[in-house]
Each structure stands twice: as structure tokens, then as C-alpha cells.
């Protein structure tokens, strides 16, 4: 069963950074991919980022190319969210996620759907 968790959320002006992490436990295959998504109140969960975890190719949502990177660090487990540039309406709950065990992932995906195992989630809050 994979289990996943999230930290680094915080409150930070418009401009600011951030790094949330997601470990991840439970994984055999490193055909798998794991992404980032968001949920902001009243908003539909949305894809931030996706990374296929056996060649860290990545994928990013068009509102924040060049201001967010996602990356892995193997003997850790971890996939990481580092994010600059930061602006209020990037304000959100931030969710980890795992690939269902079915998918099969060549490339990094962004489709909400195809991912099965989710963290709680870490709160990023921007302020103007």
C-alpha cells in the first residue's frame, strides 16, 4: 500500500518561495509517476506538476512553468515542489499524489484521474 506525506506548507508574501516535500512509502516500481496537485476553496483540484520517477522527466501546468520545479531524491523517497515567484492565487492546498497501481507511466501525467494514492495535503497560503 503507498503512503504518501507532505510538509514545507507555510504563509509567505507574493514573491516568496517555498519547498514542499512528499514522502513516499510502499512503491516497487519505478514505472510510476507522482505529481503535485492543488485545491483552492470554492476550486476543483487542478495538476501542478507530474514526474515519471524512473527518468525524472517532468510536466508542468502552463500557470506555473518557470516558477515551480519538481524533483526526487531517490534514496529518500522524496518528491519534492519547489516553488519561487509565488502569487496569491497559487494560495492552496497542495496534495501529493501516486499513480494508480493499474497505470503503466513512460511519461509524466496529468490527468487527475489516472492517480489513486493521495497525501493529506499542506496548506500554501500567498499574501498580497
Known amino acids: 500500500q503507498v503512503r504518501l506525506s507532505e510538509s514545507g506548507g507555510g504563509s509567505v508574501q507574493a514573491g516568496g518561495s517555498l519547498r514542499l516535500s512528499c514522502v513516499a512509502s510502499?512503491?516497487?516500481?519505478?514505472?510510476?509517476?507522482m505529481a503535485w496537485f492543488r485545491q483552492a476553496p470554492g476550486k476543483e483540484r487542478e495538476v501542478v506538476a507530474s514526474i515519471l520517477l524512473l527518468t525524472s522527466e517532468t510536466l508542468y501546468a502552463d500557470s506555473v512553468k518557470g516558477r515551480f520545479t519538481i524533483s526526487q531524491d531517490t534514496a529518500a523517497n522524496t518528491v519534492y515542489l519547489q516553488m519561487h515567484s509565488l502569487r496569491p492565487e497559487d494560495t492552496a492546498m497542495y496534495y501529493c499524489?501516486?499513480?494508480?497501481?493499474?497505470?503503466?507511466?513512460?511519461?509524466?501525467?496529468?490527468?487527475?484521474?489516472?492517480?489513486?494514492?493521495w497525501g493529506r495535503g499542506t496548506q500554501v497560503t500567498v499574501s498580497s
Open positions: 510502499g512503491y516497487t516500481d519505478r514505472n510510476k509517476c
Open positions: 499524489a501516486g499513480i494508480q497501481s493499474r497505470v503503466y507511466c513512460d511519461s509524466p501525467v496529468l490527468d487527475l484521474y489516472q492517480y489513486g494514492a
